[in-house]
């Protein structure tokens, strides 16, 4: 039972340690934060969009911060990393999360803040997106707003690994808004996503046959041959054209019954080309 209260104990002392840092470092961009334990003491690694902010002039901020958490939270020599999010910011859930929290605040409208962030998430290369807004947002009563693009996972084990959640608060007049950020990782393999493994042999065999299909087809003979025999003009060449039939070899195939059929060839045209087919592709071969 000792055990099992040491690990609820980490793992509460963990997330008001990120309570804490979000609102440290407001305005930074934060954008995650990871807990390690070594024989030196703790590292806390922190992502944030603008690290400056989190330094501050000559390290004060950061001496601070790192001061405050040994204090507050008991953690055993506490040795704070910056990791700045760079490119990768545009897919990490809880900086656009702020980011948006950010635009709302400063008067943007919910949708055209909404829909700006989906747009800026798919096209930094996430699968899917989803943000969810909550409060005040046209009148005196509570509602949400959903904006999704792409593929979106809510629940189990397959959400947990392949989605990345971010939370924010904007303050505004009216009251506070609850947004929820979820990004699909663009690098992400899904559970039903199958990759067949071909062997040796079944790729040789694959690349003769693909070989035979070219060399059929380059022998084939043109349709427009067909004008080769008495009676047959380039009308007639574009009927079968239209019907879908390219070459000589395919017209060999049918029988009158089915020539006649096509739309604008008679009974007698389909058996004159019949009669005189097997002579022409005896000369043109």
């Known amino acids: 039972m000792a055990g099992e209260q040491k690990f609820i104990r980490e793992s509460t002392n963990r997330i008001l340690i990120k309570e804490f840092l979000i609102k440290k470092v407001e305005g930074a961009g934060f954008g995650g934060m990871t807990i390690q ?4 003491g703790t590292r806390i690694n922190i992502v944030v969009e603008r690290p400056g902010m989190v330094i501050g002039k000559g390290g004060s901020k950061i001496k ?3 001061a405050e958490i040994k204090d507050k939270f008991n953690v055993d020599n506490p040795q704070i990393e910056i990791q700045e999010a760079g490119s990768k910011a545009l897919l990490n ?6 980011k948006l929290a950010e635009a709302l605040e400063r008067g943007w409208h919910f949708r055209r803040a909404g829909h700006s962030t989906v747009r800026r998430i798919m096209s930094a290369g996430a699968r899917g997106c989803q943000i969810v807004i909550a409060g005040k947002l ?3 009563r509570h509602r949400t707003e959903k904006f999704t693009e792409g593929h979106i996972k809510y629940c189990g084990e397959t959400a947990k690994e392949v989605m990345d959640r971010g939370f ?5 007049k009216a009251g506070v808004l609850g947004i929820k950020v979820g990004i699909m990782k ?3 393999k899904l559970p039903d996503e199958i ?5 040796d042999e079944e790729k040789e065999k694959y690349t003769e046959t693909k070989k035979i299909e070219k060399i059929k087809e380059k022998t084939k003979t043109d349709i427009k041959k067909l004008i080769d025999i008495p009676g047959i003009g380039p009308s007639i060449v574009k009927k079968f054209e239209k019907a879908g039939i390219k070459s000589l070899e395919e017209v060999y195939e ?10 604008g060839i008679g009974g007698k045209t389909a058996e004159n080309i019949i009669k005189k087919l097997g002579k022409l592709l005896e000369e043109v071969s």
């Open 195 to 199: 990759t067949l493994k071909i062997s």
């Open 168 to 172: 924010a608060e904007a303050k505004l």
């Open 93 to 98: 859930a809880q900086i656009m999360a702020e």
């Open 254 to 263: 049918m029988d009158v019954k089915e020539l006649s059929l096509i739309k």
């Open 186 to 188: 663009p690098d992400v």
């Open 64 to 66: 601070e911060i790192t």
């Open 138 to 140: 046209t009148g005196a």
């Open 37 to 40: 334990r070594t024989p030196m």
